[in-house]
Protein backbone atom coordinates (compact mmCIF):
# COMPACT_ATOMS: atom_id res chain seq x y z
CA UNK A 1 0.00 0.00 0.00
CA UNK A 2 1.37 3.41 -0.70
CA UNK A 3 0.37 5.14 2.69
CA UNK A 4 1.16 4.51 6.49
CA UNK A 5 -2.12 5.14 7.98
CA UNK A 6 -2.80 2.63 10.21
CA UNK A 7 -6.38 1.64 9.66
CA UNK A 8 -5.79 1.35 5.67
CA UNK A 9 -4.70 -2.22 4.77
CA UNK A 10 -1.70 -3.20 5.84
CA UNK A 11 0.42 -6.45 4.21
CA UNK A 12 -0.28 -8.59 7.34
CA UNK A 13 -3.88 -8.63 6.08
CA UNK A 14 -3.43 -9.47 2.23
CA UNK A 15 -3.57 -13.18 3.08
CA UNK A 16 -7.23 -12.73 2.74
CA UNK A 17 -6.65 -11.90 -1.09
CA UNK A 18 -4.35 -14.37 -1.88
CA UNK A 19 -7.22 -17.22 -0.61
CA UNK A 20 -9.75 -14.78 -2.63
CA UNK A 21 -8.01 -14.50 -6.07
CA UNK A 22 -5.69 -17.12 -6.14
CA UNK A 23 -7.08 -20.35 -4.51
CA UNK A 24 -11.00 -19.47 -3.70
CA UNK A 25 -10.88 -19.99 -0.49
CA UNK A 26 -12.63 -16.47 1.00
CA UNK A 27 -14.51 -13.59 -0.83
CA UNK A 28 -14.28 -10.47 -1.07
CA UNK A 29 -17.71 -8.18 -1.68
CA UNK A 30 -18.19 -4.84 -2.36
CA UNK A 31 -21.32 -3.38 -0.90
CA UNK A 32 -22.95 -0.58 1.48
CA UNK A 33 -23.27 -2.27 4.74
CA UNK A 34 -25.91 0.16 5.48
CA UNK A 35 -28.72 -1.91 3.14
CA UNK A 36 -27.47 -5.22 4.65
CA UNK A 37 -28.81 -7.41 6.88
CA UNK A 38 -29.09 -10.74 7.99
CA UNK A 39 -31.14 -13.33 8.47
CA UNK A 40 -31.30 -16.71 10.23
CA UNK A 41 -32.65 -20.07 8.13
CA UNK A 42 -32.07 -22.87 10.30
CA UNK A 43 -28.41 -23.00 11.66
CA UNK A 44 -27.24 -20.40 9.00
CA UNK A 45 -27.09 -16.78 8.83
CA UNK A 46 -28.31 -14.87 5.03
CA UNK A 47 -27.27 -11.99 3.63
CA UNK A 48 -30.33 -9.44 2.68
CA UNK A 49 -30.89 -6.54 0.87
CA UNK A 50 -34.08 -5.08 2.72
CA UNK A 51 -34.27 -2.27 0.26
CA UNK A 52 -35.00 -5.26 -2.39
CA UNK A 53 -37.97 -6.92 -2.99
CA UNK A 54 -37.25 -10.47 -2.35
CA UNK A 55 -39.55 -11.41 -5.14
CA UNK A 56 -38.27 -9.33 -8.11
CA UNK A 57 -36.93 -11.62 -10.45
CA UNK A 58 -36.16 -11.09 -14.21
CA UNK A 59 -38.55 -12.58 -16.57
CA UNK A 60 -38.18 -12.30 -20.64
CA UNK A 61 -40.99 -9.29 -20.57
CA UNK A 62 -39.70 -7.43 -17.10
CA UNK A 63 -41.53 -6.92 -14.06
CA UNK A 64 -44.34 -4.23 -13.18
CA UNK A 65 -41.56 -2.69 -11.11
CA UNK A 66 -39.92 -1.80 -14.16
CA UNK A 67 -37.36 -4.04 -13.72
CA UNK A 68 -34.87 -4.28 -16.31
CA UNK A 69 -35.88 -7.50 -18.64
CA UNK A 70 -33.55 -9.52 -20.65
CA UNK A 71 -33.67 -7.37 -23.67
CA UNK A 72 -32.78 -4.56 -22.20
CA UNK A 73 -29.10 -6.80 -22.46
CA UNK A 74 -29.61 -8.11 -26.08
CA UNK A 75 -27.94 -7.04 -28.96
CA UNK A 76 -29.62 -6.88 -32.11
CA UNK A 77 -27.03 -7.48 -34.82
CA UNK A 78 -29.49 -5.42 -37.73
CA UNK A 79 -28.59 -2.28 -35.25
CA UNK A 80 -24.50 -0.66 -35.28
CA UNK A 81 -22.18 -1.43 -32.41
CA UNK A 82 -22.36 2.11 -31.30
CA UNK A 83 -26.35 2.18 -31.41
CA UNK A 84 -25.89 -1.58 -29.00
CA UNK A 85 -23.17 0.74 -26.78
CA UNK A 86 -25.60 3.34 -26.44
CA UNK A 87 -27.66 1.24 -25.03
CA UNK A 88 -26.33 -0.45 -22.54
CA UNK A 89 -24.48 2.23 -20.92
CA UNK A 90 -28.14 3.83 -20.72
CA UNK A 91 -28.75 1.25 -18.61
CA UNK A 92 -25.71 1.35 -16.43
CA UNK A 93 -26.47 5.03 -15.51
CA UNK A 94 -30.01 4.17 -14.51
CA UNK A 95 -31.43 3.74 -10.82
CA UNK A 96 -30.40 -0.01 -11.77
CA UNK A 97 -26.63 1.25 -11.69
CA UNK A 98 -26.27 0.99 -7.68
CA UNK A 99 -27.48 -3.01 -8.10
CA UNK A 100 -26.25 -5.84 -9.61
CA UNK A 101 -28.05 -7.91 -12.31
CA UNK A 102 -28.33 -11.12 -10.11
CA UNK A 103 -29.69 -14.10 -10.97
CA UNK A 104 -31.63 -16.45 -8.39
CA UNK A 105 -29.34 -19.35 -9.23
CA UNK A 106 -26.30 -17.61 -8.95
CA UNK A 107 -26.70 -14.94 -6.33
CA UNK A 108 -23.08 -14.31 -5.12
CA UNK A 109 -24.36 -15.03 -0.99
CA UNK A 110 -27.12 -17.22 -1.91
CA UNK A 111 -24.78 -19.72 0.79
CA UNK A 112 -25.62 -19.15 4.40
CA UNK A 113 -22.68 -18.75 6.76
CA UNK A 114 -22.23 -20.35 10.28
CA UNK A 115 -20.98 -17.33 12.05
CA UNK A 116 -20.59 -13.68 11.02
CA UNK A 117 -18.03 -11.24 12.92
CA UNK A 118 -19.00 -7.40 12.92
CA UNK A 119 -15.20 -4.89 12.05
CA UNK A 120 -17.24 -1.65 11.08
CA UNK A 121 -15.67 0.64 13.66
CA UNK A 122 -18.22 3.17 14.99
CA UNK A 123 -19.85 6.47 14.56
CA UNK A 124 -19.82 8.86 17.22
CA UNK A 125 -23.70 9.36 19.12
CA UNK A 126 -24.70 13.10 18.13
CA UNK A 127 -28.03 12.27 19.48
CA UNK A 128 -27.09 12.53 23.17
CA UNK A 129 -26.38 16.43 22.75
CA UNK A 130 -29.05 19.34 22.02
CA UNK A 131 -29.12 19.42 18.41
CA UNK A 132 -29.25 23.13 18.48
CA UNK A 133 -25.91 23.85 21.24
CA UNK A 134 -24.75 20.30 21.05
CA UNK A 135 -21.51 18.82 18.93
CA UNK A 136 -21.13 19.52 15.76
CA UNK A 137 -20.01 17.06 12.93
CA UNK A 138 -17.30 17.79 10.99
CA UNK A 139 -15.89 16.78 7.52
CA UNK A 140 -14.46 13.29 8.65
CA UNK A 141 -17.31 11.07 6.71
CA UNK A 142 -19.31 12.85 9.82
CA UNK A 143 -17.71 10.38 12.08
CA UNK A 144 -15.81 12.92 14.40
CA UNK A 145 -17.04 15.93 16.94
CA UNK A 146 -15.40 19.03 15.40
CA UNK A 147 -13.05 20.53 18.32
CA UNK A 148 -10.19 23.08 18.85
CA UNK A 149 -6.63 22.22 19.07
CA UNK A 150 -6.89 22.74 22.87
CA UNK A 151 -9.43 19.35 22.60
CA UNK A 152 -12.42 21.97 22.98
CA UNK A 153 -15.47 21.50 21.55
CA UNK A 154 -15.79 23.96 18.81
CA UNK A 155 -19.45 25.09 20.40
CA UNK A 156 -19.69 24.20 23.90
CA UNK A 157 -16.85 25.96 25.97
CA UNK A 158 -15.20 24.02 28.92
CA UNK A 159 -16.28 20.95 27.16
CA UNK A 160 -13.06 18.97 26.06
CA UNK A 161 -13.10 15.31 24.17
CA UNK A 162 -10.73 12.47 24.87
CA UNK A 163 -9.55 9.13 23.43
CA UNK A 164 -10.54 8.12 19.39
CA UNK A 165 -12.95 11.02 19.56
CA UNK A 166 -10.44 13.76 19.18
CA UNK A 167 -8.64 12.15 16.60
CA UNK A 168 -10.00 14.96 14.34
CA UNK A 169 -6.97 17.03 14.69
CA UNK A 170 -4.82 14.49 13.09
CA UNK A 171 -7.02 12.25 10.58
CA UNK A 172 -5.12 10.30 8.65
CA UNK A 173 -2.17 12.52 9.20
CA UNK A 174 -0.48 10.68 12.33
CA UNK A 175 -1.77 7.90 14.64
CA UNK A 176 -4.56 9.34 17.02
CA UNK A 177 -7.20 6.88 15.71
CA UNK A 178 -5.41 4.53 18.15
CA UNK A 179 -4.65 3.88 22.28
CA UNK A 180 -0.86 4.12 21.04
CA UNK A 181 -1.38 7.42 19.28
CA UNK A 182 -4.16 9.25 21.63
CA UNK A 183 -2.63 8.16 24.81
CA UNK A 184 -0.03 10.97 24.44
CA UNK A 185 -1.96 13.55 23.46
CA UNK A 186 -5.72 13.41 24.27
CA UNK A 187 -5.87 10.77 27.15
CA UNK A 188 -3.20 11.51 29.98
CA UNK A 189 -0.66 14.16 28.12
CA UNK A 190 -1.06 17.30 26.29
CA UNK A 191 -4.33 17.54 27.74
CA UNK A 192 -4.14 17.08 30.81
CA UNK A 193 -0.65 19.71 30.92
CA UNK A 194 -3.24 21.97 28.88
CA UNK A 195 -5.85 21.76 31.43
CA UNK A 196 -3.28 21.96 34.69
CA UNK A 197 -2.24 25.23 33.11
CA UNK A 198 -5.60 26.65 32.06
CA UNK A 199 -7.18 25.75 35.81
CA UNK A 200 -4.58 25.65 38.14
CA UNK A 201 -1.58 27.72 36.96
CA UNK A 202 0.40 24.33 36.81
CA UNK A 203 3.06 25.13 34.61
CA UNK A 204 3.36 22.42 31.84
CA UNK A 205 6.22 19.88 32.84
CA UNK A 206 9.87 21.24 32.01
CA UNK A 207 13.34 20.23 32.93
CA UNK A 208 16.37 22.51 33.27
CA UNK A 209 19.95 21.64 31.44
CA UNK A 210 23.09 23.30 31.13
CA UNK A 211 23.98 24.30 27.56
CA UNK A 212 27.18 21.98 27.10
CA UNK A 213 24.53 19.00 27.85
CA UNK A 214 21.73 19.91 24.59
CA UNK A 215 23.62 17.17 22.45
CA UNK A 216 23.89 14.15 24.99
CA UNK A 217 19.41 15.31 26.39
CA UNK A 218 18.70 15.84 21.97
CA UNK A 219 20.51 12.20 21.15
CA UNK A 220 18.62 10.55 24.19
CA UNK A 221 14.83 11.92 23.63
CA UNK A 222 15.02 10.95 19.49
CA UNK A 223 15.93 7.32 20.61
CA UNK A 224 14.03 6.90 23.76
CA UNK A 225 11.10 9.14 23.25
CA UNK A 226 7.66 7.35 22.66
CA UNK A 227 5.44 10.38 22.45
CA UNK A 228 6.81 11.91 19.30
CA UNK A 229 7.66 8.74 17.63
CA UNK A 230 4.20 7.54 17.37
CA UNK A 231 2.21 11.30 17.15
CA UNK A 232 5.18 12.19 14.62
CA UNK A 233 4.46 15.48 12.82
CA UNK A 234 1.79 16.43 15.96
CA UNK A 235 4.11 16.33 19.19
CA UNK A 236 7.72 17.68 19.41
CA UNK A 237 10.39 18.51 21.92
CA UNK A 238 10.59 22.36 22.43
CA UNK A 239 14.55 23.60 23.67
CA UNK A 240 13.97 27.06 24.93
CA UNK A 241 17.68 28.44 24.93
CA UNK A 242 18.61 30.70 27.40
CA UNK A 243 22.25 31.33 27.40
CA UNK A 244 24.50 28.83 29.12
CA UNK A 245 21.49 26.58 29.84
CA UNK A 246 18.05 25.30 28.28
CA UNK A 247 14.80 24.47 29.22
CA UNK A 248 13.24 21.37 28.02
CA UNK A 249 9.57 20.91 27.13
CA UNK A 250 8.10 17.43 26.14
CA UNK A 251 5.74 16.00 23.18
CA UNK A 252 4.08 19.70 23.20
CA UNK A 253 1.37 19.97 20.48
CA UNK A 254 3.21 21.65 17.09
CA UNK A 255 -0.45 22.96 15.93
CA UNK A 256 -0.12 25.10 19.20
CA UNK A 257 3.67 26.28 19.31
CA UNK A 258 2.77 29.99 18.91
CA UNK A 259 0.81 29.90 21.91
CA UNK A 260 3.47 28.10 23.77
CA UNK A 261 3.39 30.72 26.17
CA UNK A 262 0.20 30.59 26.99
CA UNK A 263 -0.58 27.33 27.29
CA UNK A 264 2.64 26.25 29.21
CA UNK A 265 3.18 29.34 31.25
CA UNK A 266 7.16 28.68 30.35
CA UNK A 267 7.98 32.62 29.28
CA UNK A 268 9.59 31.95 25.60
CA UNK A 269 9.67 35.91 24.15
CA UNK A 270 12.87 36.76 23.05
CA UNK A 271 14.33 33.58 23.12
CA UNK A 272 15.55 31.54 20.86
CA UNK A 273 13.91 28.21 20.23
CA UNK A 274 14.73 24.67 18.93
CA UNK A 275 11.35 22.17 17.86
CA UNK A 276 12.28 18.82 17.24
CA UNK A 277 9.84 16.51 15.38
CA UNK A 278 9.38 13.22 13.93
CA UNK A 279 8.47 13.21 10.35
CA UNK A 280 8.26 11.05 7.25
CA UNK A 281 9.87 12.35 4.14
CA UNK A 282 7.31 14.19 1.41
CA UNK A 283 8.43 11.26 -1.43
CA UNK A 284 7.15 8.50 1.31
CA UNK A 285 3.80 7.83 0.25
CA UNK A 286 1.22 8.98 -2.05
CA UNK A 287 -0.87 8.11 -4.75
CA UNK A 288 1.98 8.24 -7.41
CA UNK A 289 4.99 7.31 -5.30
CA UNK A 290 5.99 3.81 -5.07
CA UNK A 291 6.85 3.12 -1.46
CA UNK A 292 9.52 -0.25 -2.74
CA UNK A 293 11.23 1.69 -4.70
CA UNK A 294 15.37 0.79 -4.99
CA UNK A 295 15.97 4.94 -4.06
CA UNK A 296 13.49 4.74 -1.68
CA UNK A 297 16.07 5.53 0.91
CA UNK A 298 19.50 7.30 1.80
CA UNK A 299 22.22 6.43 3.74
CA UNK A 300 23.91 10.01 3.01
CA UNK A 301 24.48 12.12 5.67
CA UNK A 302 25.09 14.81 2.99
CA UNK A 303 21.56 14.03 1.88
CA UNK A 304 19.91 13.90 5.12
CA UNK A 305 17.43 16.18 4.09
CA UNK A 306 15.85 13.46 1.04
CA UNK A 307 15.16 10.82 3.94
CA UNK A 308 12.21 9.19 3.35
CA UNK A 309 11.60 7.28 6.24
CA UNK A 310 10.43 8.31 10.39
CA UNK A 311 13.39 10.87 11.49
CA UNK A 312 14.26 13.67 13.43
CA UNK A 313 14.12 16.85 11.85
CA UNK A 314 15.11 20.32 14.05
CA UNK A 315 13.18 23.73 13.58
CA UNK A 316 15.27 26.89 14.94
CA UNK A 317 13.27 30.08 15.69
CA UNK A 318 14.99 33.28 16.77
CA UNK A 319 11.14 33.99 18.12
CA UNK A 320 8.50 32.22 18.20
CA UNK A 321 6.42 32.02 15.02
CA UNK A 322 3.19 33.69 14.77
CA UNK A 323 -0.21 32.18 13.92
CA UNK A 324 -0.43 33.28 10.80
CA UNK A 325 2.94 31.57 9.75
CA UNK A 326 0.90 28.21 10.32
CA UNK A 327 -0.98 28.51 6.89
CA UNK A 328 2.10 29.83 5.15
CA UNK A 329 3.46 27.22 2.72
CA UNK A 330 6.56 26.68 2.04
CA UNK A 331 7.16 22.89 1.30
CA UNK A 332 9.90 21.91 3.61
CA UNK A 333 8.43 20.92 6.15
CA UNK A 334 5.31 20.33 8.78
CA UNK A 335 6.35 23.74 10.81
CA UNK A 336 6.78 27.47 9.65
CA UNK A 337 9.71 28.27 7.51
CA UNK A 338 12.64 28.46 10.33
CA UNK A 339 15.88 30.41 10.83
CA UNK A 340 17.48 27.03 9.97
CA UNK A 341 16.67 23.41 9.60
CA UNK A 342 18.24 20.42 10.10
CA UNK A 343 17.64 16.67 8.97
CA UNK A 344 18.81 14.20 11.02
CA UNK A 345 19.19 10.96 8.48
CA UNK A 346 17.14 8.46 8.30
CA UNK A 347 18.18 4.77 9.99
CA UNK A 348 16.78 1.40 9.41
CA UNK A 349 17.04 0.57 12.72
CA UNK A 350 15.54 4.34 13.86
CA UNK A 351 18.73 4.47 16.02
CA UNK A 352 20.48 7.76 15.69
CA UNK A 353 23.76 7.28 17.80
CA UNK A 354 26.12 6.67 14.82
CA UNK A 355 29.35 9.13 15.60
CA UNK A 356 29.64 10.32 11.94
CA UNK A 357 26.01 9.79 10.48
CA UNK A 358 23.95 11.40 13.07
CA UNK A 359 25.77 13.12 16.21
CA UNK A 360 28.70 15.06 14.32
CA UNK A 361 26.19 16.83 11.76
CA UNK A 362 23.87 17.23 14.70
CA UNK A 363 26.63 18.75 16.79
CA UNK A 364 27.96 21.35 14.40
CA UNK A 365 24.17 22.37 13.59
CA UNK A 366 23.68 22.90 17.22
CA UNK A 367 27.12 24.96 17.75
CA UNK A 368 25.85 26.69 14.85
CA UNK A 369 22.59 27.78 16.06
CA UNK A 370 23.83 28.48 19.47
CA UNK A 371 26.95 29.83 18.47
CA UNK A 372 29.08 28.39 21.29
CA UNK A 373 31.40 25.33 21.36
CA UNK A 374 29.09 22.35 23.16
CA UNK A 375 31.72 19.43 22.95
CA UNK A 376 32.49 17.57 25.57
CA UNK A 377 35.93 17.42 26.98
CA UNK A 378 38.19 14.89 29.54
CA UNK A 379 39.48 16.99 32.03
CA UNK A 380 43.48 16.98 30.69
CA UNK A 381 41.64 18.18 27.72
CA UNK A 382 40.46 21.08 29.65
CA UNK A 383 43.80 21.61 31.43
CA UNK A 384 45.45 22.05 28.30
CA UNK A 385 42.90 24.40 26.90
CA UNK A 386 42.76 26.67 29.70
CA UNK A 387 46.73 27.18 29.58
CA UNK A 388 47.10 27.59 25.63
CA UNK A 389 43.70 29.21 24.73
CA UNK A 390 42.20 32.59 25.56
CA UNK A 391 38.55 31.29 25.67
CA UNK A 392 37.81 27.65 27.82
CA UNK A 393 34.54 25.78 26.06
CA UNK A 394 31.45 25.42 28.09
CA UNK A 395 32.28 21.63 29.29
CA UNK A 396 35.96 22.79 30.72
CA UNK A 397 33.95 25.58 32.84
CA UNK A 398 33.10 23.38 35.86
CA UNK A 399 36.22 20.60 35.35
CA UNK A 400 38.20 19.73 38.17
CA UNK A 401 41.69 18.63 37.70
CA UNK A 402 43.60 16.86 40.92
CA UNK A 403 40.97 18.24 42.82
CA UNK A 404 41.03 22.06 41.88
CA UNK A 405 37.89 23.37 39.65
CA UNK A 406 39.27 25.45 36.45
CA UNK A 407 38.02 28.95 36.71
CA UNK A 408 37.66 31.01 33.77
CA UNK A 409 38.28 34.38 34.11
CA UNK A 410 37.31 36.40 30.85
CA UNK A 411 39.32 39.69 31.83
CA UNK A 412 42.26 37.84 32.44
CA UNK A 413 44.65 37.70 28.64
CA UNK A 414 46.01 34.22 29.03
CA UNK A 415 48.91 36.11 26.28
CA UNK A 416 50.49 38.66 28.49
CA UNK A 417 51.36 36.36 31.09
CA UNK A 418 55.06 35.50 30.61
Known sequence: MKTHVYYFLLAVNNGLLDTYQLKSLDGLLEAA?????????GNKLYVTFPEEDEEETISDEGDSKNFPSMRDFSFNASKSMEENSTKTSNFRNSKFQKRELIFADNFSLREGYHHV???LGFKFDFSIFNSSGGLKKIVKNGKYPGIKETFESNTIPNLFVAGVISHSLDYRKSAGGFIHGFRYTARARAMHHLLEWRNHKIKWPSQLFKLNDLLNVLILRMNEASGPYQMFGVLADIVVLNNYEFTLIEEYPVSLLPRLEAFTGHEV???????????YGEEFSGPDKDTFRPDRATG????AHRSNFLHPVLYFYEDLPKESDLFTNWNKGILPKPNHLHHVLEDFLTTWTSQQSHILPLRR????????DIRQRFTDSCLLISLTNKKIPLSCRRKSTFGTKILYRPTINIENIS
Open 269 to 279: KGKHLIVMVME
Open 365 to 372: FLETVTKK
Open 33 to 41: VEEMSFVKK
Open 300 to 303: DPLE
Open 117 to 119: IRC
